[in-house]
């Protein structure tokens, strides 16, 4: 089956330009992720939406990240304005089952899209 | 808030030796941990996971893990490292909360594998 699938893989702005990524899950999987990887250290979770629905986003900086998975299949991910420390490998990973009630299910990563902004 | 902690940012092997990449969470009714390998420019990779069926856990590429409650470790293990080991390694816990599930990964331990 194919994997998660994400584009850009790459992306090099300037502070305070906009930016979006975009993210496929694996056919069929329930909930999706976006993570934040920041050079040295490991993924931080951003936004986790099940379905279409948004059922954790308490680590988002809402005022420049907005993120949407209008029907309930792929996402995109947006910056704006960006600032110097979001530079950082954005990762998506989804899972099969909904989220919560104690069920430990498996996430799948996608490459990521490492963001540079100058 | 719950954590894991690895021990070593940075391990070095020989080639045909063991490997021990180690791991301790804090502590939790009822953890869910997991083992993720990340090559360069390639996305994170399940290797094992912890669900509390068994506490010696085996996972892909002859990697295992032992789940250790009285000393809140999962340490990953390898008997013969191989040059295609060498990777950033992450300990990972999952954590289910109100309809939401979320994992909180350690800062990674990146394995050299010498010739």
């Known amino acids: 089956e194919a994997g998660v699938a994400q584009s850009p893989r790459y992306k090099i702005i300037e502070k305070r330009q906009s930016v979006a990524f975009w993210c496929n899950p694996i056919?069929?999987?329930?909930?999706l992720y976006w993570y934040q990887q920041i050079l040295g250290q490991g993924p931080k979770l951003l936004i986790q939406?099940?379905?279409?629905?948004?059922?954790?986003d308490s680590q988002l900086p809402k005022d420049r990240f907005s993120a949407e998975r209008l029907k309930g299949v792929d996402s995109t991910l947006k910056i704006q304005p960006a600032k110097l420390e979001d530079s950082a490998v954005y990762l998506c990973?989804?899972?099969?089952?909904?989220?919560?009630?104690?069920?430990?299910?498996?996430?799948?990563f996608g490459p990521g899209t490492r963001l540079t902004v100058l | 808030a719950q954590s894991v902690t690895q021990l070593d940012s940075h391990v070095s092997v020989s080639e045909g030796t063991p490997v021990l990449l180690r791991c301790n969470y804090s502590?939790?009714?009822?953890?869910?941990l997991f083992w993720y390998v990340q090559h360069p420019n390639k996305g994170l990779q399940l290797l094992l996971k912890?669900?509390?069926?068994?506490?010696l856990v085996k996972g892909i590429n002859g990697f295992e893990a032992e789940f250790k409650k009285s000393e809140t470790s999962f340490h990953l293990t390898k008997p013969s490292a191989h040059m295609s080991d060498a990777a950033e390694y992450f300990c990972?816990?999952?954590?289910?909360?109100?309809?939401?599930?979320?994992?909180?990964f350690g800062k990674g331990t990146k394995l050299s594998v010498i010739p």
């Open positions: 990973a989804s899972s099969f089952y909904p989220s919560g009630g104690g069920r430990t299910d498996t996430q799948y």
């Open positions: 056919s069929g999987h329930a909930t």
């Open positions: 990972v816990r999952g954590d289910s909360g109100a309809g939401s599930y979320q994992l909180t």
């Open positions: 912890y669900t509390s069926a068994a506490t």
């Open positions: 939406f099940q379905n279409n629905g948004v059922v954790d």
């Open positions: 502590s939790s009714y009822s953890p869910s």
